[in-house]
């Protein structure tokens, strides 16, 4: 388990259609052809997302940002 503060990253092939579970912090994954989804997903509730591959500045960057969003 992960604790209630903690950020989750989710890469959109499991996400699919769902939005981030109540209440918790959440990053979605997408690949680079998958930049359409972007807005969907925010729109979903995700604090912000990534795009593949990750580099560890814009990791530590969304993660931030994500810790200090209002809740949705």
Same mark, same amino acid.
């Given at each position: 388990?992960?604790?209630?503060? =903690? ?7 499991? @996400?699919? /259609?769902? =939005?981030?579970?109540?209440? #918790?912090? !959440? ?8 930049? !359409?989804?972007?807005? *969907? #997903? #925010? /729109? !979903? ?10 580099? *560890?500045?814009?990791? @530590?960057?969304?993660?931030? =940002? @994500?810790? /200090? !969003?209002?809740? @949705?």
């Amino acid at each position: 388990l992960c604790p209630p503060d =903690a950020v989750l990253l989710i890469d959109e092939q499991i @996400a699919g /259609e769902t =939005a981030p579970p109540s209440g #918790r912090k !959440a990053v979605v994954l997408l690949a680079p052809e998958q930049r !359409a989804l972007i807005e *969907p #997903r #925010r /729109e !979903a509730g995700f604090n912000g997302y990534l795009i593949k591959p990750l580099r *560890p500045e814009s990791l @530590a960057e969304r993660v931030r =940002a @994500a810790l /200090e !969003a209002r809740p @949705a």
